[in-house]
């Protein structure tokens, strides 16, 4: 279901050219009961679509009402008369978890035969259009109704508790009257990792059973009207396809590439060396109690005035152990971006690096190309910044083109991407240092596609995650948790125990990755504060830019030798004195 807002129309195409099914929602920001406002709004999203995703108008055949609100007797009116086949918003719950007795689809020719959960529902006969009625799951303690996977009470925060909360509801179609399955849900939920392992098992899984399908609404009502038998489905037209064929593989465009290397091939101090290369590890070759705590900030997301001031009071007039003013990388989009507070930032000292120029999904060589290319010159342009500074980049939503981004970034002198996601499980295991992608991509690729070819000299700093304060479940972000921490002493632990994991361990740099929106919230805003004044008191702890940490990877220097090591050098300034909290 798609709206305008936020939809990449590159990925919707893809995804309706492979088979999915397209279908119309939309963004605004309550319920329709309007007529006259619902019809307007099904017509905009439905020619927002056309407009930016070659396909055929008769393919958009479904509609779903923003918050499951409908407009009753209307709805059903505008939508057969702009077209549509189907609605899919009227919720059904069936009596328990297992009573085996799903709704099926059914047509609108008779009112609404079920509890009106949500209304208005329809109470007139409207023949020849469907409504697809949500039966709404039942929780993995089989307590009480979901009306979308996502939304259960009782949510499952393990795997192997939403794996059975899963199966258990398939069951129950399965082994009962065998109505449709739906799982109605939002896609960021699979942002839940234990969920999304868990779909992932439960679809491998029904996928052996010789009588299980898995295919879009609208081919299932092809199959509700006109039901063929499990026997003559292989000839049954409406699901019928094209036989599926491995790939052939083109031939390489030169001949003489260089071998692939492997991450089993790179032994630092042989085929890989400083400052050019660094291979994939988990504990650095210098002695750990000599290894200086490197915290690196990452911020994503405009620079405006609505985040600035927090960063001036959290940031500004704050010293390193040498003396030296602390720094911070912000990953900013030219959309939205305020240059002025860009350029102010950059000259205190703050690393400037590209978050692309429209914040859209760019996953293709060329449009990678176009926006990192037209975001540093902007930086450059309207912020001053030399080209030669604006060194990072980090991918909207963590999404990358693969190997042609790291082609392209290099080329455009680039010196580093921070895109490629880590997970370290347990909690407690240790996170990975940064690396050259001399060996390609070394680590679990977490989000599709990453590198399978050797970028020689290239950085890639991988976005380790975090676990969120209850040391259940990560967090690719630090303002990114399923269950945010309540409080600001909540937040301020939070931080510490992950910063602790890396301070107390490996030393690997400790990165923190967030948006400063993450700040609205007064409560986000004291528990960082309070986690820096803690850092601050450390001896051994140095906050700085990615480019600055970089330069350390480059050239290990013992923490004894900091103060003359040239990258971190300043004007000294006196460093204000922080209480540590308890």
């Not at 970034?409 to 680039?414: E, K, R, S, V």
Request: proline share 8%; net charge neutral; with cysteine.
């Amino acid at each position: 279901m798609a709206t305008r807002k936020g939809t990449d129309f590159n990925i919707l195409l893809d995804f309706y050219n492979r088979g999915f099914e397209v279908a119309t929602h939309t963004d605004t920001p309550s319920a329709i009961t309007n007529t006259t406002i619902l019809e307007l709004e099904i017509k905009t999203e439905r020619q927002t679509i056309l407009d930016n995703v070659f396909m055929s108008a008769n393919d958009i055949q479904g509609w779903r009402s923003p918050y499951l609100k409908t407009a009753g007797d209307d709805q059903i009116r505008v939508l057969k008369k702009l077209g549509y086949r189907y609605d899919t918003s009227k919720t059904f719950v069936r009596k328990n978890a297992t009573d085996g007795l799903n709704s099926f689809p059914l047509t609108t020719d008779f009112p609404w035969p079920y509890p009106c959960n949500i209304p208005p529902c329809w109470t007139q006969s409207h023949s020849n259009f469907w409504e697809v009625p949500i039966n709404a799951l039942w929780d993995y303690k089989k307590a009480y109704p979901c009306p979308t996977a996502d939304g259960c009470h009782n949510r499952p925060d393990t795997e192997e508790d939403a794996r059975e909360f899963i199966m258990m509801n398939f069951k129950n179609s399965y082994n009962g009257n065998r109505a449709p399955l739906g799982f109605h849900m939002m896609g960021n939920f699979f942002r839940h990792v234990p969920f999304y392992r868990a779909m992932d098992r439960f679809i491998k899984e029904v996928l052996m059973l010789p009588d299980v399908y898995i295919i879009p609404i609208s081919k299932m009502l092809d199959w509700m009207e006109q039901p063929v038998p499990l026997a003559q489905i292989t000839r049954y037209e409406s699901w019928k396809c094209a036989p599926l064929a491995s790939p052939t593989p083109a031939m390489p465009a030169l001949p003489t590439l260089a071998p692939k290397l492997s991450a089993e091939k790179c032994v630092q101090g042989q085929n890989c060396n400083l400052p050019s290369c660094f291979c994939k590890t988990f504990d650095h070759s210098m002695n750990k109690a000599d290894i200086p705590q490197i915290v690196y900030l990452a911020i994503d997301d405009a620079l405006d005035t609505s985040v600035s001031g927090y960063f001036e009071r959290l940031l500004f007039n704050r010293t390193n152990p040498n003396g030296c003013p602390i720094s911070a990388t912000f990953f900013v989009p030219t959309t939205g971006t305020n240059y002025t507070l860009v350029r102010d930032f950059y000259a205190k000292g703050m690393e400037i690096g590209s978050h692309s120029v429209t914040h859209n999904n760019l996953i293709t060589r060329e449009a990678v190309s176009r926006e990192a290319r037209r975001s540093k010159e902007n930086l450059a342009t309207y912020a001053d910044i030399p080209l030669s500074d604006i060194l990072g980049y980090r991918s909207p939503y963590l999404a990358t083109a693969g190997d042609d981004q790291a082609d392209v970034l290099q080329n455009l002198g680039y010196a580093y991407d921070i895109s490629y996601t880590f997970t370290r499980r347990p909690s407690y295991a240790k996170n990975v240092w940064p690396l050259t992608a001399d060996f390609a991509w070394p680590l679990p690729c977490n989000v599709a596609p990453c590198l399978r070819r050797p970028h020689r000299g290239f950085w890639e700093v991988p976005v380790n995650s975090m676990w969120d304060y209850t040391n259940t479940d990560i967090c690719a972000y630090a303002d990114d948790c399923q269950r945010p921490p309540p409080t600001h002493d909540h937040v301020r632990r939070y931080l510490t125990n992950n910063f602790k994991n890396s301070y107390e361990g490996n030393k690997a740099p400790f990165g923190l990755h967030f948006h400063g929106r993450w700040f609205h919230e007064s409560r986000n805003y004291m528990g960082f504060k309070g986690f820096l004044d803690y850092l601050q008191t450390l001896p051994d702890v140095y906050i700085v830019s990615v480019k600055k940490m970089l330069d350390w990877m480059q050239y290990p220097t013992p923490k004894s030798q900091i103060q003359t090591f040239g990258p971190w050098k300043c004007a000294v300034m006196k460093r204000p004195q922080f209480q540590q909290l308890s």
